[in-house]
């Protein structure tokens, strides 16, 4: 595993080279890393027997690698290792609502990382990947429930996708049309944004009712992502 190095600037490669609305695009590992942290869901997309899969799953990162796992007989997770892959991260923040149809956009935040992805077999480096994968989404969850057991270790597969060749693209703001005639339309104009929170926690209808949740979900929950 390298270290994280945050000074350095994402790779410009010519698969990561912005085209379209490349304005959009940023060099900023740092703005790399906080797109990463901000979400737990990624899209997988690898090529099985032939044809294109991008497949949702969840992912844990720690500065210089991309961690996801899956079930050792999981298609996409066999495919991976050896083959070049792309997966992206996708944070939605809002409708920009422009006078007209044509420039209506998204406010966002994304990333997509391209590389040929490891499999992990190392236990040691495989606890601490699944331990990034499920902090990631649920921190403190590593150190309240039960870890793996061996039996469960060995059903699954972790892989480690270098964060070495990866783009970003974000986009914030209000319409870009207000100095164009569509401005003289009268019509309205701006951003509907979008914002994502944790509900109340449901315990589970079999729970002892003198069971209370752990401390840190009941911080976490009710609270804006
Ligand atoms: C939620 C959301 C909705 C979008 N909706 C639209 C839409 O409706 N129509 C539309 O044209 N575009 C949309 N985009 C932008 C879209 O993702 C592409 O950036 C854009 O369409 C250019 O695509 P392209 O195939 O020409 O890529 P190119 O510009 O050829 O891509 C070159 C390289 O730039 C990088 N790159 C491209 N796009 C992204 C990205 N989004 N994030 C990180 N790196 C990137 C990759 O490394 C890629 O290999 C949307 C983006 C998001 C996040």
Same mark, same amino acid.
């Given at each position: ?31 790399? *890393? ?27 990162? *720690? ?9 050792? @007989? ?135 009712? @003198? ?9 976490? @929950?009710? @609270?804006?992502?």
């Amino acid at each position: 595993m390298t270290a994280p190095s945050p000074g350095r600037p994402l790779s410009h490669t010519e698969r990561t080279r912005h085209r379209r609305l490349r304005e959009q695009g940023s060099l900023d590992r740092a703005e790399l *890393d906080a797109v990463l942290a901000a979400g737990f869901v990624c899209h997988l997309g690898v090529t099985v027997d032939g044809t294109v899969m991008v497949v949702p799953t969840v992912y844990g990162s *720690d500065g210089s690698t991309l961690y996801f796992h899956g079930s050792v @007989a999981s298609r996409s997770l066999v495919a991976s290792p050896g083959t070049t892959v792309c997966v992206t991260v996708t944070h939605v923040d809002g409708l920009v609502l422009a006078r007209s149809v044509f420039e209506h956009g998204i406010n966002y935040r994304s990333a997509m990382i391209y590389g040929v992805p490891r499999l992990v077999t190392d236990e040691e480096e495989k606890l601490a990947g699944l331990r990034c994968l499920t902090e990631q989404s649920a921190p403190g969850q590593w150190d309240y429930a039960r870890r793996p057991s061996r039996k469960e270790l060995a059903a699954t597969a972790l892989l480690a996708l270098s964060l070495d060749e990866a783009s970003l693209k974000i986009r914030t703001g209000p319409p870009d049309d207000g100095d164009t005639p569509d401005a003289e339309l009268g019509l309205w104009a701006g951003v509907l944004p979008l914002n994502t929170s944790w509900g109340a926690l449901e315990p589970a209808p079999d729970l002892a009712a @003198a069971l209370a949740p752990p401390p840190h979900l009941v911080r976490r @929950a009710g @609270a804006v992502v």
